[in-house]
């Protein structure tokens, strides 16, 4: 244990006397020498969101927790620490801005989503009960937000799951097709699930992956600004989608199966989620106009 802490104390002292060497060196500032050398997106506020939160400046440190309101100020106030010159440097504020706003943005979902997550369901809350009744006349599966966003998808996804496993075939059967026939139609075997049963599975995943950070490198690729409670619901949509493909391509026995499926397809989003320039549903682009809470609440209120 105290090797393991001296070795962290001297990789740090090694670490900032590198900085100090390569600010000598270049005459720009870690800070500078990220938003100049690293693209936009995951890559330049991950790098960002460390340098701040490892700095040793106070200012910097609490920077990834201002208000919204306060980030211009903040920023004014690093571009001040670091002596840097707005007039001759003027990109590193708006760089600077953006990967704030991202930061920000990504601790305030967190702390919107925790808070629906602990709202009771009230039976006397007027709004409440129009939510309940929306949910269950519009979409069978508690999942109206998916039904509204991509009813086709929604739609495939529900009938595909209601199929129960088709019998057993008799010998006689097995004798009657082809070598193709019978190929065929091994493979056309239906692989029923309980869709309410994913949806709350899939909900507890991006919520977990949400939490743990490992959404930062999605919602950094694709939300220009703060990522909001539409990015997270159509992260849903797209974790819902893509679960019912891999559970096709799985090809399992039985429902028994389903732990199986569900832990080896949180297991392959995670490694996609380490790559920097990952964008889980790039496609997907969150509109202000559409429901800031319905999906979430509906599903965390069941948790």
Same mark, same amino acid.
């Given at each position: 244990?105290?090797?393991?802490?001296?070795?962290?104390?001297?990789?740090?002292?090694?670490?900032?006397?590198?900085?100090?060497?390569?600010?000598?060196?270049?005459?720009?500032?870690?800070?500078?020498?990220?938003?100049?050398?690293?693209?936009?997106?995951?890559?330049?506020?991950?790098?960002?969101?460390?340098?701040? !939160? =490892?700095?040793?400046?106070?200012?910097?440190?609490? &920077?990834? %927790?201002? /208000? $919204?309101?306060?980030?211009?100020? *903040?920023?004014?106030?690093?571009?001040?620490?670091?002596?840097?010159?707005?007039?001759?440097?003027?990109?590193?504020?708006?760089?600077?801005?953006?990967?704030?706003?991202?930061?920000?943005?990504?601790?305030?979902?967190?702390?919107?989503?925790?808070?629906?997550?602990?709202?009771?369901?009230?039976?006397?809350?007027?709004?409440?009960?129009?939510?309940?009744?929306?949910?269950?006349?519009?979409?069978?599966?508690?999942?109206?937000?998916?039904?509204? !966003? =991509?009813?086709?998808?929604?739609?495939?996804?529900? &009938?595909? %799951?209601? /199929? $129960?496993?088709?019998?057993?075939? *008799?010998?006689?059967?097995?004798?009657?097709?082809?070598?193709?026939?019978?190929?065929?139609?091994?493979?056309?075997?239906?692989?029923?699930?309980?869709?309410?049963?994913?949806?709350?599975?899939?909900?507890?995943?991006?919520?977990?992956?949400?939490?743990?950070?490992?959404?930062?490198?999605?919602?950094?690729?694709?939300?220009?600004?703060?990522?909001?409670?539409?990015?997270?619901?159509?992260?849903?949509?797209?974790?819902?989608?893509?679960?019912?493909?891999?559970?096709?391509?799985?090809?399992?026995?039985?429902?028994?199966?389903?732990?199986?499926?569900?832990?080896?397809?949180?297991?392959?989003?995670?490694?996609?989620?380490?790559?920097?320039?990952?964008?889980?549903?790039?496609?997907?682009?969150?509109?202000?106009?559409?429901?800031?809470?319905?999906?979430?609440?509906?599903?965390?209120?069941?948790?």
């Amino acid at each position: 244990m105290l090797i393991q802490v001296c070795l962290y104390f001297y990789c740090k002292f090694l670490w900032r006397c590198l900085k100090f060497v390569m600010r000598k060196l270049t005459g720009r500032c870690e800070l500078q020498r990220i938003c100049y050398n690293t693209k936009p997106g995951a890559s330049r506020t991950m790098k960002i969101e460390t340098s701040l !939160r =490892d700095s040793k400046s106070k200012l910097l440190q609490t &920077s990834v %927790s201002v /208000h $919204p309101d306060a980030i211009e100020k *903040t920023i004014d106030d690093i571009m001040e620490l670091k002596k840097i010159n707005p007039d001759i440097n003027p990109q590193l504020g708006i760089s600077l801005q953006a990967c704030l706003l991202q930061i920000v943005g990504y601790r305030n979902l967190i702390a919107d989503v925790e808070k629906l997550r602990r709202e009771s369901y009230d039976s006397d809350n007027p709004q409440h009960e129009e939510m309940l009744l929306k949910l269950w006349f519009s979409f069978p599966s508690n999942s109206r937000y998916f039904a509204e !966003r =991509d009813a086709a998808a929604a739609q495939q996804v529900l &009938s595909d %799951s209601l /199929h $129960p496993k088709c019998r057993d075939i *008799t010998k006689e059967e097995i004798s009657k097709f082809s070598k193709a026939e019978w190929e065929k139609k091994r493979m056309d075997k239906a692989i029923g699930y309980s869709f309410a049963i994913v949806g709350i599975n899939i909900t507890d995943l991006a919520y977990n992956l949400l939490v743990s950070g490992a959404l930062k490198t999605h919602f950094y690729n694709i939300a220009p600004e703060a990522p909001t409670l539409s990015h997270f619901q159509q992260t849903f949509c797209y974790l819902m989608h893509e679960f019912h493909k891999f559970w096709i391509e799985e090809d399992p026995m039985d429902i028994m199966e389903f732990n199986r499926v569900r832990e080896k397809f949180r297991k392959r989003i995670i490694k996609q989620l380490q790559n920097p320039d990952m964008a889980l549903c790039p496609h997907f682009a969150a509109s202000e106009a559409a429901s800031s809470s319905d999906q979430v609440h509906a599903w965390t209120s069941f948790q």
